[in-house]
């Protein structure tokens, strides 16, 4: 009732429209990923005859979930996040010690085997509660302060797990993790031996493709969760936070306990991904989680349009493609461009020339740098910007202009 | 240490519902502590002690060179530099290649390693400087009025720029610096001093003096001053702000190559990614300091450098970048202005 009328007071055809729109291009956008999300499998294995392409979408799928909880912390409540995979470390190490026989030499001699299903939401706790604890004494400092808490967070945490080696083994990583298993009751044409199985033995097995089916339905959930909270009350806390924090405060939103929210909610996404990657990999050590990780999530996040949660999506897509696909992949399409345009001569190493492929793998960092400033340069506010928020600045500054020539009319 | 820690802690919240400024106590309380424990391993062990207080002096001294150059750019741009660790480590990198021209006597000291040292360090600072404007220039100033974030990711895009090109240059192994300092030594009270340490304290004394001459006695010194506390005020005072802001990356690039050229003169190793980790630490210590402030990232570089250095020898190396980082966090959780640091107004 009341929403009607605020709706029938303030809605102008033109807003309306506005809605539709940006309502629109979201739709578009998780349509064709939905669409990607279902062909790809099917397609890559039929073209390449092999899962090589799937598993790289497997580990493409954890980053975006980092992409989306950072976007939480980064995009919706406007708090820079410089030690994310802190998070993403410890989630991934409550599922590795808990389902590994890491424990067994360690001071508990007794190994723990508790199943994925559980321990996903045990690292999700894990990874929100270090969220809250980090966040409690450190999220009354502003702006860039707590980018550098977080930062020294960050550096702290791969190397706490690196030195309680009688726990996690330290540098020799945690290893044999146990592969998440069906539970039998969601036994069916998908388990087993029969024509449409891509799940054998209820156990995922390093199948890649159990994974990739694993890691779409995480980040559907993931998603529609943070979709959710992005249009609820406390999303627009954390966006008036984002704007203003002194106008937020004053118009009665705790600043603080919003901000905890923000932390930890984003935080928890990333132990769910901890959990995923300790899974799929199989070993997790502490050099999986250093500086260069969170750099990369945050990377994703502004590239992809901050806040906006189809354009982080979008981010973490393209950039892990680029870093971990298209960059890795160069030497070998520098030697075979080499070898037919007839310059095989420039291939071998010779004297202080290291041979081609190792030349092109040397420019990688540079590659990938050029990337980041020509992006950044070309399209500072990211590949796909919220844009509610470009709506909302555009229309600001039409109405400024509206009001400085009605003034000039009446002057 | 725990236990005075929770209760400083439990001290620090009714604080905020007394609305007294207790933070600051807590911070007294560590700093004390620290210093307690430092003075009892001072009596006990005096030989060693004032050993590791002469090796964290020199170890202070680089990152407060370097830590400069972070407070710098964050004072007049509110950004964190993250190009500014591999400026450092290109400095050395660049200062080993001019050196090669020489031909210079490792291991002794003789008149042409002196002339080749005389020529390069300045050489290497201004080339440095130059490299830096250019950064500046491409990277950070199309961004001046973008969102936040962009001129971060450029920055760390420049990082990896800076690495990318070290690494084609000289491989991904470490790159010997040539050893051409006096190696004379002196043994006072079992305390080894060695001429690298005295050379390396005082080439930082003398730099940090003139930065602090430079900002405070000169007109352009006055001009950053004003960028960095009002960017519209100065400008409708008429000072150029794209000129302010290239000189003081200039300025803090010519702290950054002269940290480099001394950092290889000490070590005489560096491989590519050394800016990272070291940058990282001399970030911290600009933020110790107080960022944004000059002495106090020289003051930053030093705490941090003995605090690197004691953790290595009473704690065990290993722990020392929990330490570090660990300071890092209490720091700005007690007194987020740092040690020097005057109470900015939000922006």
């Not at chain 1, 991934?92 to 723990?112: D, G, K, N, R, T």
């Not at chain 2, 003075?39 to 090796?55: C, E, K, N, R, W």
């Not at chain 2, 001046?144 to 895009?157: F, M, Q, S």
Request: with cysteine.
């Amino acid at each position: 009732m009341s929403q009607a009328a605020t709706a029938g007071r303030r809605g102008s055809p033109r807003r309306f429209n506005l809605r539709e729109r940006i309502r629109d291009r979201d739709t578009a956008v998780y349509g064709v990923l939905i669409i990607v999300a279902i062909l790809f499998p099917m397609v890559t294995i039929y073209a390449t005859d092999g899962t090589a392409l799937v598993s790289h979408a497997t580990r493409a799928g954890y980053f975006v979930l980092l992409a989306i909880g950072l976007n939480v912390v980064v995009g919706f409540a406007g708090l820079l996040d410089l030690g994310y995979a802190a998070f993403f470390a410890i989630g991934a190490y409550s599922y590795a010690l808990l389902a590994s026989p890491q424990l067994e030499s360690s001071p508990a001699h007794h190994a723990v085997h508790i199943t994925f299903w559980i321990l996903m939401f045990v690292s999700l706790l894990a990874a929100a509660a270090a969220g809250a604890v980090l966040g409690f004494p450190t999220l009354r400092l502003r702006g860039d302060y707590l980018a550098i808490v977080t930062l020294g967070f960050g550096e702290i945490v791969p190397q706490l797990f690196y030195n309680f080696d009688q726990w996690t083994g330290g540098i020799n990583a945690v290893g044999l993790i146990d592969q998440p298993r069906l539970p039998v009751w969601v036994q069916g044409p998908w388990s087993g031996d029969g024509p449409f199985t891509f799940v054998r033995d209820f156990s995922f097995n390093g199948d890649p493709v159990a994974y990739y089916v694993l890691i779409v339905i995480l980040i559907a959930v993931a998603v529609i969760l943070v979709n959710n909270l992005y249009r609820s009350r406390l999303g627009r806390a954390w966006m008036a936070i984002r704007e203003d924090e002194v106008a937020a405060a004053a118009m009665g939103i705790n600043t603080v306990t919003t901000k905890l929210l923000a932390f930890g909610i984003g935080a928890s996404f990333s132990g769910f991904a901890g959990a995923y990657y300790g899974a799929s990999v199989s070993l997790v050590s502490p050099d999986s989680f250093l500086f260069i990780v969170s750099i990369t999530v945050l990377v994703m996040v502004v590239l992809g349009g901050m806040g906006n949660i189809t354009g982080v999506i979008i981010g973490a897509l393209v950039m892990y493609t680029v870093i971990f696909y298209l960059i890795p992949g160069l030497p070998e399409n520098a030697v075979s461009l080499a070898n037919n345009v007839g310059l095989g001569g420039i291939v071998p190493a010779s004297g202080d020339w290291p041979g081609l492929a190792e030349e092109t793998q040397r420019l990688n960092f540079i590659i990938y740098g050029i990337i980041l400033v020509g992006m950044m340069l070309l399209r500072p506010q990211g590949i796909l910007p919220s844009r509610v928020r470009e709506q909302e600045l555009k229309h600001a500054a039409v109405q400024e202009e509206e009001t400085v020539v009605e003034q000039a009319h009446a002057s | 240490m725990v236990g005075s820690g929770a209760s400083v802690l439990k001290r620090f919240r009714s604080s905020q519902l007394g609305g007294m400024s207790l933070p600051d106590y807590g911070f007294y309380i560590l700093c004390a502590t620290a210093i307690v424990l430092l003075a009892t391993q001072a009596v006990l062990h005096p030989s060693d002690f004032a050993q590791i207080l002469v090796f964290g002096v020199t170890q202070g001294a680089i990152y407060a060179l370097v830590a400069l150059g972070y407070t710098m750019v964050y004072g007049i741009i509110e950004l964190i530099n993250f190009a500014h660790g591999d400026v450092f480590t290109l400095g050395a990198y660049i200062g080993t290649a001019i050196l090669g021209f020489f031909s210079l006597t490792e291991g002794s000291f003789t008149t042409i390693n002196l002339i080749a040292l005389l020529l390069v360090f300045p050489l290497v600072m201004l080339i440095m400087g130059g490299i830096n404007v250019a950064i500046e220039r491409v990277a950070y100033r199309p961004l001046r009025n973008a969102p936040r974030l962009a001129p971060l990711i450029t920055a760390i895009g420049m990082s990896f720029l800076l690495e990318g090109i070290m690494f084609l240059w000289k491989g991904p192994a470490t790159v010997h610096f040539p050893d051409i300092l006096p190696q004379a030594s002196t043994t006072v009270a079992g305390v080894f001093f060695g001429f690298k340490d005295v050379f390396v304290v005082v080439v930082a004394a003398i730099l940090v003096t003139l930065l602090a001459l430079f900002i405070n006695r000169t007109r352009l010194g006055k001009a950053m001053r004003a960028t960095a506390q009002d960017r519209d005020a100065a400008q409708l005072m008429g000072i150029d702000i794209n000129r302010t802001i290239a000189a003081t990356f200039f300025i803090g690039a010519l702290l950054a190559g002269a940290g480099g050229m001394i950092w290889g003169l000490y070590y005489n190793t560096i491989y590519y990614q050394l800016g990272f980790r070291s940058g990282l630490i001399a970030f911290t210590a600009a933020v110790f300091g107080g960022i944004g402030n000059i002495p106090g990232a020289a003051i930053g570089g030093l705490v941090i450098g003995l605090t690197a250095a004691f953790s290595d020898s009473y704690i065990g190396s290993k722990w020392t970048q929990v330490v570090i980082f660990g300071i890092l966090i209490g720091v700005l959780v007690f007194r987020p202005t740092g040690l020097l640091g005057m109470r900015v107004p939000e922006k």
